[in-house]
């Protein structure tokens, strides 16, 4: 049996995952990034139109600054976001766009002048000043008060990846592509590693290393209708529920974008809305302006989303053959705008609907696009229950997202705590008491253990269909744990999905030399189907409305009752359900107690901690506003979070406004 | 109120528009070339199969529900099926193109789907580019080469010409699917010729102010027979790049600086760091 020895083992080759490589290896630590594909291939690359960071370049995005990239999150959180962490990410984004400006990152940047914008559907002539030539630019995105969203046309994921991955290449890490993290190696206290299975041959290898991190995306495969890439199966979720220890995060928070094309769910960027594009109904009506007068069409995504299906419930959506949609009209922004700042968007719509989107209306419904939930971590990345095992990007719960993702902090995200947990990788393995003594019997145990479950699928007689059980669980996952959720329909799906998760140890698979996609397909939907199980069952339990988690039978966030975390893992081999705990969020220490979001609907009930908190939040900010203190020290006096970043982050961001005294 | 009508007669135009063409759904034979290098009992060989085809569909919907429902050992590779990671080009009809945005009403009733040549097979439709892609980035050395790898960070960042930000995207949207390497006739003769990818790569970086290589470095990558002077000029990259990349410019003009850097010697390599050229691992 094969065991490789690294001091970091990354599985997961997309933004976060080689983000943190390059910080780890840069501090002297061995790395080695596993992937399912080639790393630039990961799904990184489909993020379209950019990331946030508050550098306030552009004339619409004068006075932002971190503090109100902070209040964006959170409100668009629902409060569900950890505000430390908020914090700390607020803090970082802007250094993150920074290092990729130096690293060879494209940014759009600004040419000073008048220009013409489309605001709430007029034409718009803004002036850009004179000390911002040639900085980067900020596009509008949902749910931001300010201009904050940095670009690269609308190929953003994909000049970051092309870049992070080059660096990855200059430092010499490896990556050993096509490869599948398959269970983790622990003793049910500290990680040591992985077992990996090599997709060309088929055969199992052990990796042990100090420190082991997830970084494998999202589940948006568990879904019959996802923007996501077909690699998405939220395996590494379940490597980790897996180990019955190390335990996932609000699984049930899972965000619908509101353009994916109709019907292929394929993404068109959150910036055709942000540059002015329009949502019609049948009727070629624009019916945001009349549901969310304060954001319109500029809402969270997970309001405007569900402001999409209730339109098309009222009777007012298009029929078509597949089911009904509604239209994105993008045409008002003019052919050379399309062209040049969204070009995939042209490009997809030419190669895949077969239309001209600088004259004819895109099709678009809402679709499965982002899993808040993921691997539950501390500040630092780790584990707080497993140790060594670290996570990161969209397969976390770092927790800056809660219950929904403003557009743009997902792939600033990636990056971000790529350098943070980097650098906390770096820590952990720096300190002697973190080394690790595991004899190799160990391993070839675990690698034996996971040999038998494979061979199983093929010793297996049974008669189930596997294809048939991961094609109900995508319908069950898209139509019962969807965008409207009810109790009925929610214990329906997890006994439906337990059902079929009993089947899948019923199917028969043949024993084929090398890569055998048949066994990767069985092996996999049996872990998707236990993130789906977590999912459902999360969603079940939380009776109230948060975020991207709508109940149509508890409509309402309750604070009172729901201020909390879901914490899922699958405790024993033979469960065919997970164990669910909650973990308190604590509103006397929040920056930003809870409150209205500033769209969306206005009722929630009150937790009697947060009139006490705001009460205290409102008098520290009078008295020390009166005193004359500035925002830093207001900041710091309300919520400290600086200790929690490594030291070389900690610094402020400078700003054509906010010189670096 | 005449706004309102107008409105409703545009989404009437829109509605027609969007109604799919109702039209009888053809059987399509779909030869594929199978082969399991793992197996030692498996041999090449052309394997044909009937799917009934749909609406709109591409080859990534065709392709897995022959998966699902016929052939559970077929080998391919998907992962954004939206035509923007490059995995999944092939041979459709004998030409190198991307699978995932092939829709098959553009396709004869009979076609073939074979793998990308030029790379090494894993399996029926997959191959390793990553693995060939990964060698040809070390090679080219293709990242930006900083003069100081520590950058402040809290700093506003440097000012690039808007112009010259958008140039450098128009290159960086490569996607290293490997369709310029498949088509090109000089990499079937000189297995070790760089290919229009890595041609491409050393322009976009050759734009970029913040990578301090320069010509004479460059010509140290490029200054070949299996750089950029090998090229015969067959220019089916350009053709066939489904990206639409500029590849026969860049190729052309990346020759005229070579041969001017290697003719008059322009900028001396003393000035910058020279960037040993490492040889391609030939199989």
Redesign the interface.
């Known amino acids: 049996m094969k065991v490789i020895y690294t001091d970091v083992l990354v599985i997961g080759a997309g933004l976060a995952g080689l983000r943190m490589a390059v910080g780890a290896k840069r501090r002297g630590h061995d790395s080695i990034i596993l992937s399912l ?7 990184s ?2 993020a379209q139109g950019g990331m946030q960071a508050s550098l306030a370049n552009v004339i619409k995005g004068v006075g932002d600054n971190e503090d109100v990239h902070f209040g964006d999150t959170v409100r668009g959180s629902d409060w569900g976001a950890d505000q430390e962490v908020v914090r700390m990410f607020v803090n970082t984004a ?2 993150a ?3 990729l ?4 990152v ?6 000073p002048g008048d220009r013409q914008v489309i605001i709430n559907g007029e034409k718009v002539t803004i002036t850009e000043r004179k000390e911002a ?5 900020q596009r509008d995105f949902g749910g931001t008060k300010k201009w904050r969203t940095c670009f ?2 609308d ?1 953003t994921g ?2 970051m990846l ?2 992070v991955s ?2 990855v ?2 430092y010499g890490i490896p ?1 050993h ?2 490869v599948e993290a398959i269970a983790l190696i622990h003793d049910g206290s500290r990680c040591y590693g992985a077992v990996v299975r090599d997709l ?3 055969e199992l290898i052990g990796y042990v290393a100090r420190a082991t991190a997830i970084a494998t995306g999202g589940a948006g495969k568990l879904f019959r209708v996802s923007t996501n ?3 998405c199966e939220g395996t590494g979720h379940a490597i980790a529920l897996e180990t019955g220890v190390a335990m996932c995060g609000n699984l049930e928070a899972v965000q619908f974008h509101p353009t994916g094309i109709f019907p ?1 769910g ?2 068109v960027t959150e910036g055709c809305r942000g540059d002015g594009g329009l949502l ?1 109904d ?4 624009r019916f945001m302006p009349d549901v969310e007068p304060e954001k319109k069409e500029l809402a969270s995504r997970d309001v405007v989303s569900r402001r999409m299906e209730e339109r098309i419930a009222q009777g007012k959506g ?1 029929k ?3 089911g009904e949609h509604l ?1 994105l009209d993008i045409t008002l922004l003019g052919e050379n705008h399309i062209k ?1 700042n969204l070009r ?1 968007v042209y ?2 719509c030419h ?5 001209d989107p600088t004259k ?2 895109i ?1 678009v419904r809402p679709a499965q696009h982002y899993t808040m939930g993921g691997v539950r971590t501390k500040p630092t990345g780790e584990s707080e229950t497993l140790k060594g095992l670290f996570a990161a990007g969209e397969a976390a719960c770092w927790d800056m997202h809660g219950f929904n993702r403003l557009g743009g902090n997902s792939v600033a995200e990636t990056v971000v705590a790529g350098m943070i947990i980097g650098e906390c990788i770096a820590d952990f393995c720096d300190k002697p008491e973190n080394a690790i003594d595991i004899p190799t019997r160990v391993v070839y145990d675990f690698i034996k253990r996971e040999q038998s479950k494979l061979d199983a699928f093929a010793k297996n007689s049974g008669t189930e269909n596997m ?1 048939e059980i991961r ?1 109900r669980m995508q319908e069950i996952m898209t139509t019962k744990v969807g965008i409207f959720r009810n109790g009925d329909m929610l214990s329906q799906a997890v006994e439906e999905l337990e059902d079929l998760y009993k089947k899948s140890f019923n199917v028969a ?2 024993n ?7 066994l990767v ?1 069985a092996y996999r939907t049996q872990k998707m189907l236990r993130v789906a199980l977590g999912m459902a069952l999360g969603a079940s339990l939380r009776t109230e409305s948060r975020g991207a988690h709508f109940r149509i039978d508890y409509p309402v966030r309750n604070d009172a009752e729901w201020c909390k975390r879901t914490l899922s893992t699958w405790k024993n081999e033979n469960d065919t359900l997970p164990t669910i705990t909650y973990q308190d969020l604590d509103i006397s220490k929040m920056e930003l107690p809870p409150g209205w979001r500033g769209y969306g609907a206005k009722n929630y009930i009150d937790n009697p901690e947060t009139p006490i908190r705001q009460k205290q939040v409102d008098e520290i900010r009078a008295k020390m506003e009166a005193e004359g203190a500035d925002r830093f020290a207001i900041q710091n006096a309300l919520m400290p979070y600086l200790q929690l970043l490594p030291e ?2 900690r ?6 406004d906010e010189p ?1 005294s | 109120m005449a706004e309102n009508v107008q ?2 007669a ?2 009437e135009d ?2 027609e ?4 063409q109702t039209k009888n759904h053809r059987m399509l034979q779909v030869s594929i070339l199978r082969y ?5 009992e498996s041999v090449p060989h052309l394997q044909t199969y009937s799917v009934s085809e749909t ?2 569909m ?1 080859l990534y919907i065709l392709l897995n529900e022959l ?3 016929q052939d ?4 391919f ?11 999944c080009a092939m041979l459709v009809n004998g030409k190198p193109t991307l699978a995932c ?1 092939c ?1 098959t009403r553009d396709l004869p009733e009979h076609f073939t789907l074979a793998p990308l040549p030029g790379f090494e097979l ?2 029926d439709l ?1 191959v ?4 060939w ?2 060698g040809m ?2 090679r080219i ?4 080469h ?1 003069n100081d790898e520590e ?1 402040n ?10 112009h010259l ?2 140039d ?2 128009l290159l ?2 490569c ?2 699917c490997g369709c310029c390497v498949a088509s090109c006739g000089n990499f079937r003769m000189r297995p070790d010729f760089v290919g229009a990818v890595a041609i491409n790569k050393i322009s976009r ?1 050759r734009l ?1 102010p ?2 301090h290589r320069n010509d004479a470095d460059y010509y140290e990558i490029l200054g070949t027979e299996s750089g950029v002077f090998g090229c015969m000029s067959l220019l089916a990259c350009h053709d066939f790049c489904p990206k639409d990349l500029p590849l026969k410019t860049q190729i052309a003009f990346m020759r005229r600086k070579m041969a001017e850097q290697g003719i008059m010697g322009k900028e001396e390599p003393t000035l910058k760091r020279v960037i040993p050229l490492r040889e391609l691992k030939l199989d």
């Open positions: 594909v080639p790393p630039k291939r990961s799904h690359k489909a802007p250094k766009v920074r290092e400006a130096a690293w060879g494209p940014w759009s940047r600004i040419t030539a040639g900085l980067i630019g690269v046309s190929g994909h000049a092309n870049a080059d660096r290449i200059a990556v592509e096509r060309i041959t088929g890439a077909q690699i292929a394929i993404l019609r049948v009727d070629g009506h298009v078509s053959r597949f239209w040049h995939e490009e997809i190669y895949f609907l077969g239309i004819d209306w099709p294809a094609t698979v043949k084929q030399p090398g890569a055998n996609p048949e397909y070389d982050l610094g402020k961001n400078e700003r054509i670096l | 409105q409703m545009a989404a829109k509605k528009q969007a109604a799919p399991n290098p793992a197996d030692p609406d709109s591409t998966r699902d429902t559970p050992s077929l080998q590779d998907f992962v954004c099926r939206a035509g923007i990671c490059g995995s945005r829709l894993i399996g997959s390793n580019t990553g693995k892609m990964r980035s070390e050395q293709s990242w930006c900083l950058v960070l809290s700093k506003i960042e440097t000012p690039m010409d808007p930000a958008e450098i995207y960086d949207r996607v290293e970086f970029d913040r990578d």
